[in-house]
């Protein structure tokens, strides 16, 4: 099965619940949420429409990002001991912030997106996997999106290690995981993209070569639209 959604929310909600099938929210990579805002998305979306959400950035980015211009940090956070999954209490602080926000939605996937300064080192390597080690997940699954510099061979490695999703842009690799699949398209080297009629044909033939489960997540000026285009095309090349 191949869930067509949208990273954040380039239109209404009523038009993307009536749309498509899986959003990710991206606020909770920059903010620490209300309770009442996440129970209100939750409550205002369709039975079955599925939501996965983006780590809190306290996890993966050092406070030298930034990212961290629009965040409103805990005061008792100590800015050296964010990010890089570093053993601190602000790692397991935002590590709890978002597990919390991930059951409030009924979230399927957290995705840990991680900067290019976040390198296999084995000082990094080590703090990876202490981490998601201790990290008690439940029924949620864990998407690892790696950027950089990491050879395909150490992805593939970590993943089956701690039980990861390997995250991948379908143009430009393959995931080193089996399903379920998680596909994040950013657009052809720029996020002011919006892709041709010809790239979301191919697009779609595939995904439709991976079995199992499937998200395929846009993250591009015209996200909305390239879903909905691709959605047509899946449904049009249905048996």
């Not at 050092?62 to 050296?80: D, G, I, N």
């Not at 300064?117 to 996997?129: A, D, G, I």
């Not at 981490?131 to 490695?157: I, M, Q, Y």
């Not at 379920?180 to 697009?203: A, C, S």
Request: hydrophobic fraction near 35%.
């Amino acid at each position: 099965m191949i869930h067509v959604g949208v990273c954040g929310f380039p239109a209404s909600r009523d038009t993307l619940f009536s749309s498509l099938e899986v959003i990710e929210i991206q606020k909770t990579f920059y903010d620490l949420l209300s309770e009442k805002s996440l129970r209100r998305l939750f409550s205002g979306a369709p039975p079955g429409f599925l939501f996965t959400l983006k780590a809190f950035q306290g996890i993966t980015h050092p406070a030298s990002s930034p990212t961290y211009r629009r965040t409103q940090l805990p005061e008792h956070f100590e800015a050296s001991h964010l990010g890089f999954f570093q053993p601190t209490q602000e790692v397991e602080e935002s590590a709890r912030i978002t597990l919390h926000s991930a059951e409030l939605i009924n979230a399927r996937v957290i995705v840990f997106q991680c900067p290019p300064s976040f390198q296999p080192t084995p000082s990094n390597l080590e703090n990876f996997y202490r981490f998601f080690t201790h990290f008690n997940r439940g029924s949620l699954l864990f998407a690892f999106e790696p950027r950089g510099k990491w050879p395909e061979e150490t992805v593939r490695k970590v993943c089956e290690d701690l039980r990861l999703i390997h995250v991948v842009d379908p143009f430009f690799g393959d995931p080193t995981t089996p399903s379920p699949y998680y596909f994040r398209l950013h657009g052809r080297g720029k996020y002011h993209y919006r892709y041709t009629r010809e790239e979301m044909e191919n697009l779609a033939t595939k995904l439709e070569h991976f079995t199992g489960e499937v998200f395929c997540l846009f993250n591009n000026t015209a996200m909305f639209e390239n879903a909905q285009e691709l959605k047509g095309i899946l449904k049009g090349s249905s048996p």
